[in-house]
């Protein structure tokens, strides 16, 4: 029987690896009932090191089996990020009767002779549910010396032009080929709009429904930490149309749409063959402090998955993300409210009765005001939720949430845009032992963020400065952790 994963700072409901280094979700597929995520692993450290692929399972995206790491470093090189499909048709011959899973990752080592980088793209396929994996003989399949940066493939069918197409970060750019079997790769296009304030990394290409019955395509690009902004590593998204050769963006290639406004939230793809749900899963942290933060036996956790929507506004189309319904079967208790004045004079105190919540709450303002959630985690440290209905801004502000001397960089005061509905706002707030994740608006905007608390006796305060606010409605519902005896 193994051991309750109790461990200062461990997250009890988002995966994390059991011990040493993970970082970007990769491979992420859906097949004969499971849910699959691999990650970036370095078993022999909790910093970043020779690239693996770990692997873990799921039925529900909540509860977690984790497997042993599925692909190792080899005579091309460590094991960087990259996607996995299912070869439904056997275009690969890898196959016999049955599909099988096919995946598509980076060697990275460095050119004979010198210390220049070398990235080619790689295959590797399973025939028995990811369990094994056998590297395909012909390797590397995709390669480019004028190329230094040339990483991270996110494949799919398209059924239109019966092709594969992948996507691939190449330096300031996303480039994009086309192939019938997956080992013969043609070039198809290369999009290089939006921010260039860091090297473009592990790029998405899906479609999705929009609510006037049409199809948009949206495009998803991490962008490294180069130092020169605040933020660290972040993540901007597209919307536009694809024809199975070129993505067309709908916006001036100026604009920059971001995925989300906090800190931690990066590397996020999404699940292929998943029939009628996009739902992508992020690496909740930032490499300006993600081998410094201060846990120990582990470092690395990954965001709740989300599910992802389209919907028109008075800006334009803009992405939705949602916390997945599936979250729901960790909610083991419930506290709800209704028509509540919080005034400066009568702010609202409640003791939580766990350290791992869900809040979700609709705030009415009655004039301009500033409403605020504090979750107290101890006399001294304290997360602080703001709404400035005048500015019509959401911000997380973790300067004093707990533990933060690894880096100058991790006391911030995260910023959103939020505009209001009919007065009022709607909050979902997920609590988790060393994170916060925020959604305004049915998932209109997200603020993802670490904190790391000494304390777990927490009490939410509500109060509102400047006006009188109204809790329209309220529930906490406290969470159950997802590391049962069984592991």
Request: net charge negative; aromatic share 12%.
């Amino acid at each position: 029987m193994k051991p309750i994963l109790t461990e200062k700072y461990r997250p009890q409901f988002h995966f994390s690896p059991l011990e040493k280094w993970m970082n970007d979700p990769n491979g992420m597929v859906y097949f004969q009932g499971e849910y699959h995520l691999f990650y970036q692993f370095h078993p022999y450290s909790t910093i970043w090191g020779p690239m693996h692929w770990g692997h873990a399972v799921s039925k529900d995206l909540i509860h977690w089996e984790q497997l042993p790491a599925a692909l190792h470093p080899d005579e091309h090189g460590a094991i960087f990020s990259g996607s996995a499909v299912v070869d439904w048709e056997n275009t690969t011959g890898f196959f016999d009767d049955q599909p099988g899973l096919v995946a598509i990752y980076t060697s990275h080592d460095t050119y004979p002779g010198s210390d220049r980088p070398r990235q080619r793209q790689c295959l590797a396929y399973s025939s028995d549910n990811g369990r094994t994996w056998t590297k395909y003989s012909g390797n590397p399949v995709l390669a480019d010396e004028t190329k230094t940066d040339y990483r991270d493939p996110k494949v799919f069918w398209h059924s239109e032009t019966k092709h594969w197409i992948q996507v691939l970060a190449t330096g300031q750019s996303a480039t994009i080929y086309k192939s019938p079997n997956l080992i013969d790769w043609q070039f198809a296009s290369e999009f290089a709009e939006g921010s260039h304030a860091g090297f473009w990394e592990c790029p998405d290409l899906f479609p999705l429904p929009l609510d006037s019955g049409k199809e948009k395509w949206v495009m998803l690009v991490s962008l490294g930490d180069t130092g020169e902004h605040a933020e660290g590593s972040r993540t901007q998204y597209f919307i536009g149309d694809f024809d199975g050769e070129t993505f067309v963006n709908d916006h001036e290639k100026e604009t920059v749409l971001w995925l989300d406004y906090g800190r931690d939230n990066y590397a996020g793809v999404s699940w292929s063959d998943l029939p009628a749900r996009r739902i992508y899963i992020g690496w909740m942290s930032n490499w300006r402090y993600a081998n410094q933060v201060p846990t120990k036996e582990w470092r690395g956790v990954m965001t709740i998955p989300r599910e992802l929507s389209l919907i028109s506004n008075a800006d334009g189309i803009r992405l939705i993300q949602k916390p997945v319904s599936e979250a729901q079967v960790l909610r083991i208790g419930c506290e709800s409210f209704k028509d509540k004045l919080v005034t400066t004079e009568q702010p609202v105190s409640i003791p939580l009765k766990s350290a791992l919540l869900e809040l979700n709450l609709e705030v009415e303002f009655e004039g301009p005001a500033l409403a605020e959630i504090t979750i107290q985690h101890s006399e001294a440290e304290k997360t602080i939720i703001r709404y400035d209905s005048e500015t019509e801004t959401l911000s997380a502000d973790r300067t004093a949430s707990g533990e933060a001397d690894f880096s100058a960089s991790f006391p911030a005061v995260q910023e959103a845009p939020l505009k209001m509905k009919d007065n009022s706002i709607r909050l979902q707030l997920f609590l988790d032992a060393s994170s916060i994740e925020l959604f305004g608006n049915d998932g209109e905007c997200a603020i993802t963020s670490l904190v790391f608390p000494e304390s777990k006796e927490s009490v939410l305060h509500l109060a509102s400065h400047g006006g009188a606010i109204k809790i329209r409605s309220m529930e906490l519902h406290e969470l159950s952790s997802i590391w049962n005896k069984e592991g």
